[in-house]
Nanobody, 124 residues
Framework: QVQLVESGGGLVQAGGSLRLSCTASGGTLGPYNMGWFRQAPGKEREFVAAIAWYGGIPTYVDSVKGRFTISRDNGKNTVYLQMNNLKPEDTAVYCC?????????????????WGQGTQVTVSS
C-alpha cells in the first residue's frame, strides 16, 4: 500500500509562489494517476489538479488554470504542485491522492490513497 507525504506548504503573501511536493513510500507512484485536492475551513474538499500515470496533459479546476502546474517525476516517486500568483482564496489544506483507475478523474471519492495534507495560507 502506497503511503503519501506532502510538504512545501507555508505562509505566503498574495502574489507569491509555493511548490508542494508529494512523495510516496511503501510503493511506487508509477502506476497511479495523481491528484491534488484542497479543503478550506468550513468548505468541502475541492479538486485542484490531476495528472495521469504517464504524464500527458493534466487537468485543472478553472480557478487555478494559468497559475498552478502539476507535474511528476516517477523516478523520484514524487508529484509536484507549483502554485504561482497565489490568492487569499487559495488558503486551504492541500492533499495529494493516488488513483488506480485508468482514467484521469476529479472526484475525491474515486481516489484510493491519501496523504495527510499540508497547510497553505495566503495573506492579503
Amino acid at each position: 500500500q502506497v503511503q503519501l507525504v506532502e510538504s512545501g506548504g507555508g505562509l505566503v503573501q498574495a502574489g507569491g509562489s509555493l511548490r508542494l511536493s508529494c512523495t510516496a513510500s511503501g510503493g511506487t507512484l508509477g502506476p497511479y494517476n495523481m491528484g491534488w485536492f484542497r479543503q478550506a475551513p468550513g468548505k468541502e474538499r475541492e479538486f485542484v489538479a490531476a495528472i495521469a500515470w504517464y504524464g500527458g496533459i493534466p487537468t485543472y479546476v478553472d480557478s487555478v488554470k494559468g497559475r498552478f502546474t502539476i507535474s511528476r517525476d516517477n523516478g523520484k516517486n514524487t508529484v509536484y504542485l507549483q502554485m504561482n500568483n497565489l490568492k487569499p482564496e487559495d488558503t486551504a489544506v492541500y492533499c495529494c491522492a493516488a488513483d488506480r483507475s485508468s482514467r484521469l478523474r476529479v472526484g475525491a471519492d474515486e481516489y484510493d490513497y491519501w496523504g495527510q495534507g499540508t497547510q497553505v495560507t495566503v495573506s492579503s
